[in-house]
């Protein structure tokens, strides 16, 4: 009796230990925590913008995204028209960083 008594016990001990197993791994998997520092990078790099520049291409004004050689946009209006200064400036590429931006610059460059 007394060794069917140990034995029972020993059971209890053991499934006791993995039922508090269970609630400890279910409990981590569902703890809410804080990202990492490489996670937090990883995350504000994905949400950057694409950079804009407009520029131009062909002759005429061109609005271009991130590094690609071809425009997201041409404008029907020739650079050539331009001042040196300007023409200048949109050949090496202005950096645009908002749509109201853009649409003065092109005011300013058609007007």
């Keep these: 009796m007394e060794h069917s008594l140990s034995i029972t016990a020993a059971a209890l001990i053991t499934v ?3 039922v508090s197993g269970i609630f400890a791994v279910n409990g981590y ?3 809410k925590t804080e990202p990492s520092d490489a996670e937090v990078t990883s995350v504000s790099e994905e949400s950057k913008p694409e950079k804009l ?4 291409y ?7 995204i991130g590094e690609s050689p071809y425009p997201n946009e041409i404008y029907d209006f020739l650079t050539r028209t331009l001042p040196p200064e300007d023409q200048k400036r949109l050949s090496e590429g202005i950096e645009i960083f908002s749509k109201e ?7 300013d460059f058609m007007s």
Excluded: P, S, V
């Design 101 to 107: 931006e853009l649409r003065l610059l092109l005011e």
């Design 53 to 56: 520049l407009l520029g131009i």
């Design 16 to 18: 006791m230990a993995l």
């Design 58 to 64: 062909e002759g005429k004004l061109a609005l271009f």
């Design 29 to 31: 998997l569902n703890e």
